[in-house]
């Protein structure tokens, strides 16, 4: 089983980059969805991210494969952000989240 980060050999202009421009590229990306405040916002950093790995010809499957360890904690992180955020529109009034 492969991990988040492995090298995956297959020929493609990401594996080609400078390990530095690769480590800036990840440190903007993550000072961006820190600092993206709408959900148009996290669809260009999504779609940002979708073409780095469609740039990387790394197989869909095998990404996921990689991402696996790591889908728990997005997942609740999505959920706590769902349930416990005081700001925007409420989806829900009722239960005991006040």
């Known amino acids: 089983m492969r991990k988040l980060g492995q090298f995956y050999p297959v020929g493609s202009p990401m594996h080609d980059l400078d390990p530095r421009a690769k480590v800036l590229a990840v440190a ?6 820190f600092l993206v405040g709408s959900l148009a916002g996290f669809l260009v950093v999504g779609a940002a991210l979708a073409a780095c790995v469609a740039a990387s010809r790394v197989p869909p499957p095998v990404f996921y494969g990689f991402l696996r360890p790591v889908l728990p904690i997005v997942v609740a992180t999505a959920l706590f952000q769902a349930l416990f955020s005081r700001e925007g529109r409420f989806c829900s009034r009722g239960g005991s989240w006040r």
């Open 28 to 33: 903007v990306l993550a000072v961006g969805l």
